[in-house]
Nanobody
């Protein structure tokens, strides 16, 4: 059974930083593509960043160099380092996994709340 567990969320002032972690189990982590999404109240879930099994990365346009996604296959963990946080980054952040690029994101974590105060 696939399990994705996010951690690292919290309350931070604008301009601050957080690092989110997502620990995976029940999958062969190294061959999975991993993604971070977020959903603010009343908004649709949007892609923040994803990293392929080979380490290639892609970011949402709003990231603009502020966030970095990385993975540690030895620890079955994907990270999202967020710098220069803005109040509009406030959302629940979710981790997701899929085996093939063409697949929909099939496995999801429960989410971690990030709140950025102004």
């Amino acid at each position: 059974q696939v399990q994705l567990v996010e951690s690292g969320g919290g309350l931070v002032q604008a301009g601050g930083s957080l690092r989110l972690s997502c620990a995976a189990s029940g999958i062969i982590f190294s061959i999975n593509h991993m993604g971070w999404f977020r959903q603010a109240p009343g908004e649709q879930r949007e892609l923040v960043a994803f990293i392929t099994s080979s380490g290639s990365t892609n970011y949402g346009d709003f990231v603009k160099g502020r966030f970095t996604i990385s993975r540690d296959n030895a620890k079955n963990t994907v990270y999202l380092r967020m710098n220069s946080l803005k109040p509009e980054d406030t959302a629940v952040y979710y981790c997701a996994a899929k085996k093939r690029i063409i697949d929909p994101w099939g496995s999801w974590g429960q989410g971690t709340q990030v709140t950025v105060s102004s």
